[in-house]
């Protein structure tokens, strides 16, 4: 049996001495364990005899090494904040375009422009004396101003025979003719800016002036007698007051409109002072304020602008007109819509193109009946008609079968409806009101196109629709289209509601392109991160500059001019509102970029982080030592 003993094994220094101290106990090989059952047995030495040696330490570092760790994590630093943090910053930064937010702000709130409308008025007399015309128009233009409780919107009356017009300003009661003709601008010229052409025709067979409205033209003709001529010395005379009051008349729906249109936008007090209030007994005495008063408007002519309002259509450069001939059966197989078209249709377009462009298409559909979920008409043996109720008239287009195109193009779509009913129900119209034709606000119309009264019951219809058998629902039609272009109910003449409409879109443009200037401004102020690219400055630019150009025009009365620039302004604004880049970052959460950028910078920082502070934690420990 072998016996394991310890012999020291001796660490050789440097000059081969050998140090106690260092002295390692092994087994030796020289004597072998005893090996019993599988097991080993270790002989008890004595305690003196073992001898410990301490934890090995590494050789200690050379300041050589040392400077080269310590640049090597000084270059990743240097890496990392002089190349790749503006590489990133560069990389995710936001452009945010210079606006001009206060100048956008003082649009939106009405600081920038006061609108006005000055309306030249031209007064004529063929056969009268000029000095005799310039009597009644000084006469009527104090009357005018005496009447007028809306200053933003007046009436200024000049000589037919190209002298300068008045001086409305009450203040001045000798009312001396002064510079203040409108200028020619950009080929637009005194007739075309003229609002109103009053002729004076003096008849001595009557015992009182009348007036008569052209329909078909801006003119208003006014007849009196021979003892109404004024004095020479007279500055007030009944004559001049009845031409006021005929005037107030005309154009009081438009001054509803306008100032309407104001009260709905945040208007400043300087505007706000004049807007529509109710009227009471204490700003209707006060004669004194009526100029800084607000006009009212009575509970009949708010309710037809409000009316108005539901059934006209948004303001757009282009409207596409769709006009449908529908059958139930296999005739009318043709019409004459071409040459009815040209007629009856074109001519009111045409004039209303100074407001908006229109397209024209039509299209032919047989076999085509009404909606099923409408109730059979009902024959009414008084009359001898067949009759659909009123409230079957909302479900009367048939959407599954007619060929109705929602829109075409950029523009909105009107849809015009003939429809020929069949003999057996023939003549057909509306049970309650005993009309034949009907609108749906912001869509179109539908005219039920009957036979003529003297035609024979139940028979055959012609197989083609001449252009005379057209001309009811297009008669129609072009009543509907101004009321869907906004156009107000009076005055009955067409040129004059045409005029009225050019102011009142052009005042619309122009509010609702301050108004978008606003609300990108704010969105600027309030969303900080979204980006702002240049189109968005180019388009704040144009608009702004427009905006100015149209505020200018309405002041001179160029109300042509001013509705091109508001309309370039409201595209601008919209452009700019709506671009494509800005409104991609509206909402952008700080939450989704933490999700994106710490699975990246991490596994990166970490070991960046912990090298920095391991050898700043060994730098301050060395600098305490050598203390």
Not at 232 to 256: K, R
Not at 329 to 342: K, L, R, Y
Not at 346 to 352: E, G, H, K, Q, V
Not at 563 to 582: C, D, V, W, Y
């Amino acid at each position: 049996m072998g016996i394991w003993s310890y012999v020291p094994l001796a660490r050789r220094s440097t000059k081969n001495a050998v140090n106690p101290s260092d002295q390692m106990n092994v087994f030796s090989p020289a004597v072998k364990p005893e090996l019993s059952g599988g097991t080993t047995k270790v002989p008890s030495m004595p305690a003196e005899e073992i001898i410990s040696t301490p934890k090995k330490q590494p050789p200690p570092e050379s300041k050589e090494g040392t400077r080269v760790r310590q640049l090597v994590i000084l270059s990743f630093w240097a890496i990392v904040i002089f190349l790749g943090v503006p590489i990133w910053l560069w990389t995710t930064s936001i452009h945010r375009a210079r606006l001009p937010l206060q100048e956008m702000m003082d649009w939106a709130d009405a600081k920038a422009c006061k609108p006005i409308f000055p309306l030249q008025i031209v007064v004529e007399g063929p056969l009268l004396q000029q000095s005799e015309v310039l009597r009644i128009v000084r006469a009527t233009q104090h009357a005018i101003d005496d009447q007028n409780d809306f200053s933003l919107h007046h009436l200024r009356l000049r000589m037919g025979d190209g002298l300068a017009p008045l001086n409305s300003s009450r203040q001045h009661r000798d009312i001396k003719q002064t510079d203040c003709t409108v200028t020619n601008m950009e080929g637009v010229n005194l007739t075309e800016e003229k609002a109103l052409k009053i002729l004076l025709v003096q008849n001595g067979e009557l015992k009182a002036a009348r007036a008569t409205l052209q329909t078909q033209s801006a003119s208003l003709h006014i007849e009196y007698p021979s003892s109404s001529v004024p004095s020479a010395s007279s500055t007030s005379f009944p004559l001049a007051t009845f031409i006021a009051a005929q005037l107030q008349d005309l154009f009081a729906e438009e001054q509803a409109l306008i100032a309407l249109a104001l009260s709905t936008t945040s208007a400043s007090p300087a505007i706000a002072g004049q807007l529509p209030l109710p009227s009471t007994p204490q700003t209707a005495g006060n004669k004194e304020n009526r100029h800084v008063q607000a006009k009212s408007i009575s509970p009949e002519l708010a309710a037809r602008l409000a009316n108005r309002t539901i059934r006209a259509l948004k303001y757009a450069p282009t409207y596409h007109i769709t006009i449908s001939l529908f059958s139930p059966n296999a005739w009318p197989s043709s019409w004459d819509i071409e040459s009815a078209v040209d007629e009856y249709l074109i001519p009111l377009l045409s004039s209303a193109s100074v407001v908006s462009n229109f397209t024209v298409d039509t299209q032919t559909q047989l076999y085509a009946s009404f909606s099923p979920s409408v109730q059979e008409p009902q024959f009414d043996a008084q009359n001898g008609v067949w009759t659909l109720r009123e409230k079957d008239l909302g479900g009367f287009i048939n959407a599954a079968e007619w060929p109705l195109n929602p829109s075409i193009g950029d523009g909105p779509t009107l849809n015009f409806i003939i429809y020929v009913p069949d003999p057996s129900f023939s003549p057909l119209i509306i049970k309650e009101s005993h009309a034949s034709s009907w609108l749906i606000p912001q869509w179109g119309g539908i005219m039920i196109l009957n036979p003529p009264a003297s035609a024979p019951r139940n028979e055959t219809p012609a197989q083609s629709l001449s252009k005379e058998d057209i001309q009811p629902a297009l008669l129609v039609f072009s009543h509907q289209i101004m009321s869907f272009l906004g156009a107000p109910d009076s005055p009955p003449s067409i040129p004059l509601k045409l005029q009225t409409l050019t102011r009142v879109r052009a005042l619309s443009l122009l509010l609702s392109a301050s108004s978008t200037m606003g609300s990108l401004a704010r969105l600027t102020v309030a969303l900080p991160s979204i980006a702002i690219p240049e189109t968005v400055s180019t388009a704040v630019e144009v608009t702004m500059e427009h905006l100015m150009d149209s505020c200018e025009a309405l002041k001179q009365g160029k109300f042509t001019i001013a509705l091109n620039h508001a309309r370039i302004a409201e595209m601008a604004a919209e452009r700019g509102f709506f671009e494509k880049s800005m409104v991609g970052q509206l909402y952008f959460p700080d939450e989704h970029k933490v999700a994106v950028y710490l699975p990246l910078l991490g596994p990166v920082g970490v070991p960046l982080i912990m090298s920095a502070l391991k050898e700043l934690k060994r730098m301050w420990s060395t600098h305490r030592s050598q203390r």
